[in-house]
T-cell receptor, first 117, second 117 residues
Framework: AQTVTQSQPEMSVQEAETVTLSCTYD???????LFWYKQPPSRQMILVIR??????QNATENRFSVNFQKAAKSFSLKISDSQLGDAAMYFC??????????????FGKGTKLSVKP | DTEVTQTPKHLVMGMTNKKSLKCEQH?????MYWYKQKAKKPPELMFV???????INESVPSRFSPECPNSSLLNLHLHALQPEDSALYLC????????????????FGAGTRLSVL
């Protein structure tokens, strides 16, 4: 079974600085998808970025980028120019390439990010 | 429009009450999900509906009863709940459950905060 590990329960960053959140996963599959979701105090889970395992190029979305290391099974999220609105719980998630029940999201335990003004 | 609407936002109920949670999306998505999230934990999948048919029930107690009256609407009927059922209940939807990542990205609502007294 696949597992997702986020080893940093809490992180803190100064406004305008850069922070990296770690995520590792365990799988025997070669094709899969990885996601970072953000959950602010408003509670809504918001998709931040996604990565297809077959793509070598790291995904980027504005100030958010990932460092995807397939061999190391690592998928870290870098937030540049941190803003107060980035403060939230961040969940790393894995999804198998299979459809149906095998394709459900598997979440890590989350990292709570605080942004200091 | 990537909006998933959940009502009510907050619900307090006694252990003998019957209540329902509602989730609505108008994105034409054919897969809808119920998750339960305890404080400081990741979401846990409860049910998945695919094309209005229940496709996954993650061994959820029968006091939780899902219903999908049409492709836009998902209900969760609650009866005889226990205090330990107090949690945030999240609804999500995706285009379908298929393998294509563009179609299986899940969009979440803001949740219903449930308290069982």
């Amino acid at each position: 079974a696949q597992t997702v590990t986020q080893s940093q329960p809490e992180m803190s960053v100064q406004e305008a600085e850069t922070v990296t959140l770690s995520c590792t996963y365990d799988t025997s599959e070669s094709d899969y998808y990885l996601f970072w979701y953000k959950q602010p105090p408003s509670r809504q889970m918001i998709l931040v970025i996604r990565q297809e395992a077959y793509k070598q190029q790291n995904a980027t979305e504005n100030r958010f980028s990932v460092n995807f290391q397939k061999a190391a099974k690592s998928f870290s999220l870098k937030i540049s120019d941190s803003q107060l609105g980035d403060a939230a719980m961040y969940f790393c998630a894995y999804r198998s390439d299979y459809g149906g029940s095998q394709g459900n999201l598997i979440f890590g335990k989350g990292t709570k990010l605080s942004v200091k003004p | 429009d990537t909006e998933v609407t959940q009502t009510p936002k907050h619900l307090v109920m006694g252990m003998t009450n019957k209540k329902s949670l509602k989730c609505e999306q108008h994105m034409g998505h054919r897969a809808m999900y119920w998750y339960k999230q305890k404080a400081k934990k990741p979401p846990e999948l409860m049910f998945v509906y695919s094309y209005e048919k229940l496709s996954i029930n993650e061994s959820v107690p029968s006091r939780f009863s899902p219903e999908c009256p049409n492709s836009s609407l998902l209900n969760l009927h609650l009866h005889a709940l226990q205090p330990e059922d107090s949690a945030l209940y999240l609804c999500a939807s995706s285009q379908d459950e298929g393998r294509e990542v563009a179609k299986n990205i899940q969009y979440f609502g803001a949740g219903t905060r449930l308290s069982v007294l």
